[in-house]
């Protein structure tokens, strides 16, 4: 760690690069005792760089071999080295060259970023500031060049070697032993997309016309025994290469697009140019190893990245405060794309979730920060749902404010102003402002101001002018940093609903209201709707428009009303959570028990359910995210504050039992109906009838009785695929019993080979909330087959219990938040990324009750006062306040 890493850097203090690089050459010489890395760069003063300007570089993790300027070899007294930097303190006048030799080792590379080795592969992660790790470099997202990499290795054991851009050349050493291959991206871009690829790998091959009839070959690069898992993940990326041609009119820019799975990566994913390296999770499937679940983010993370050649690549970062420029785009983009090829109307409803699940705690907590934060420490740190969640969310929401044409010719227009260039968040608002003629500046405070902007509505009605006033009011709530708030532009998309279940026209000042779209931006607004017959129900944030929290004084029937009658079907779903949430949430704040009036409400909740689920019109999906009741960790956010965990857990469970009981004929004739004998297809409408099956036997099996067991351990037998199979382990994990460790031995026996559905055995128990929780991640962790090292298994065990199990991880000894300290410092050691998302899940310990806030913090202090990693470090400091 050096000097600097504890600084925080500031949005207000960019300044342009005073030196740029035009065009790299590398030579990487791959060997087991370490890797020789030659670099030829050809840099020049930026305009304005006044003569003899020192030259600093980033470097960490090297040894520098030499350094010759124009091809003189420089002494030692021309350059000096720092912790994390070379300076060359007088460079000559105009253009010059640097020539560098480095040394670096990836076996040693346990942070995984940089060059490092991952199951005897040869990888790079570079984003966003792993280059300075495999040479010296003014590793910065505003430096773009042009680069041209020769790799060499020994021809046996790394027989395949791919770097970005185009292949240019290969052959042997004679007499060595050795081989190399010469690739050359003509596209100039910033290090961070820099790949490289060495390794025994087998690949699978395809190749894609686009639309202006140039042919790609795309490649595929697995773990040699692999090769049939690959098949979904280049079905998926023809499909994104399709899809983007026809939304965006965005086509492919290289001759070739490979993709390289590896098993030991710190992330999901990286767009490199023309070479995206994943995470081999997000890649293999196979239908007895892979869920629908991990088909539909295959699917969409492979069109993630693809995306990024455009929104990322083609256009990239000015600096990294501007993150969400691409992430928050390319999220947007991925998720119409999903919605468009698979999920439909149910889209909204799991990006929502999602959103509401991991990005509000996060802005209510002591790590909000806006889309566009104003300062970090540790950008890694970064990567984070606000930036990548919520900032798809502000380019969803321009485009329901502007309209989906004038988005495309937003996005049109920013290609045109900014190919080729590192841009900011302003130059892709005012293309859309330009391409749409709206002023957005107001839009702006999206990006600027943190916290989840809460709406307050209420409905009046006068029957003498027959008009319907929705009174609408916004508060942005205070976050670290910044206390007062200036009001959004929020886009609001309402309905009113007459008595008979017809959705009433809406006209403001005479005139219509396209799509209920209403523009709120003041702190307080009134529009008032004429012609309104009689008193109607409002249903307000239709579609989600906005990543806001609504709170509406509707009465229980009501809901039930929305339940049955709203036309908008994410608000149909949103009024049963609701419903759902209201019930559980005022039961754990009292007691464990529903007590009198919510039982009844919970019969009458059934009731409301009935016709959705046994509307044979609607996607199996949609009905299947219908019977989903809220989480856990939804009743806790809806509480908000002086949490018990096992009370949330037991309400919960009670409605589950009282729901599973009042609707047990409707369940299993769902769960006989969508029994299907046919060969496992991952097609939407299959993978929605199974959804369909198992949130039914979720819910059947709530009861808990030996006839509920025997049920899940059938479906267990009878299971032909992974959705199947892992559906019933969850179902039995949350229940003791003799049928469930038979279960969980029956899994292990068949997959103990087998890392990523190993994986899911160690998160399903990590899950299970059950009282002996704590003491089963415990044993894991002794397990033979768990590893510190391999991010995937860390958090498969450690991920899913801190973030998947909120009785495990809050019990109220604090026994869960000492289990995780504990890890998260063990691999603070040699993988600071890893731990600091560990330690993320500490986020919300404000909201706790008093016994478990003071564990939390005491967890926290201890690890404040241990020796942290820059990563860690922020995250304690800041999550303690
Ligand atoms: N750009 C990658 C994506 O598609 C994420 C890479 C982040 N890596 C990291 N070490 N922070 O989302
Ligand atoms: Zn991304």
Known sequence: MNDQSRTTKFLKDYAPPEYLIKDVALDVSLAPKGARVSSRLTIEPSAGTVAGTPLVLDGEALTLESIALNGQELEAGRYTLSPGKLTIANPPVGSFTLDIVTRCDPEANLELSGLYLSNGTYCTQCEPEGFRRITYFIDRPDVLATYTVRIEADRKTVPVLLSNGNPVD???IEGTGRHYAIWHDPHPKPSYLFALVGGNLASIHDTFTTASGREV?????????????CEWAMESLKRAMRWDEERFGLEYDLDV????????????AMENKGLNIFNDKLVLARPDTASDADYTSIESVIAHEYFHNWTGNRVTCRDWFQLCLKEGLTVFRDQEFTDDVRMGPVMRILTARLLKARQFPE????????????SYIEINNFYTATVYEKGAELCRMLQTLIGKDAFRQGIALYFERNDGTAATVEDFVSAMADASGRDLTQFMRWYTQSGTPEIACSLDYDPHAKKARLKVSQVVPPTPGQTSKEPMHIPLKVGLIGANGDELPLKLNGEAVPGGLLEVTEREQVFEFENIPAP??????RDFSAPVRVTSSLKPEQIEF????????????????????????????DGLDLGPVSGHQAGRLAQALEPTLRDETLAPTYRAETLKLPSESDIARELGRNVDTDAILAARETLRKTLSEAMAATLSEIYEATATDEDFSPDPDSAGRRALR???????????????????????????????????????????????DEALDDFYTRWQDDPLVLDKWFAVQARAGRPDSVATVNRLLGHSKFSLKNPNRVRALIGSFAMG???????????????????????????????????????????????RQAHAKKALEGLASAELSTDAYEIVTKTLG
Not at 217 to 229: F, S
Not at 363 to 374: N, Q
Not at 565 to 585: E, G, M
Not at 695 to 706: P, R, S, W
């Open 694 to 740: 198992n949130a039914a036997l979720d819910l059947m099996t709530a009861t808990g009785t030996q006839e509920a067991i025997d049920r899940a351990m059938r479906h267990y037998r009878n299971a032909t695929n992974m959705t199947d199979s892992i559906m019933a382990l969850s179902v039995l994990s949350h229940i003791p019993s003799d049928e469930c």
């Open 805 to 851: 199990n909120p009785s495990g991880f809050n019990r109220a000894d604090g026994a869960g938040y000492k289990f995780l300290a504990e890890q998260a410092l063990k691999i603070d050691g040699f993988n600071p990324h890893v731990a600091a998302r560990l330690l993320g899940a500490f986020e919300s310990w404000k909201t706790l009750e008093p016994r």
């Open 562 to 589: 929305l339940m049955i009658h709203d036309a908008d079907p994410f608000n149909r779903w949103q009024a049963a959570q609701t419903y759902a949430t209201d019930l559980i949430a005022s039961a754990a704040r």
């Open 257 to 268: 697009f490979n993709i390289v799975a590896v098993s030991d990566f710190n992330m999901g």
């Open 170 to 172: 290969a052959g042997e």
């Open 217 to 229: 070959a795309l490649g595929i690069y697995v773990e040699p025994g692999k090769e049939d898992r």
């Open 536 to 541: 109607p129900t409002p249903s307000i944030l």
């Open 363 to 374: 802005d209510a907590g002591p790590l909000a920060h806006p889309v566009r934060p104003a």
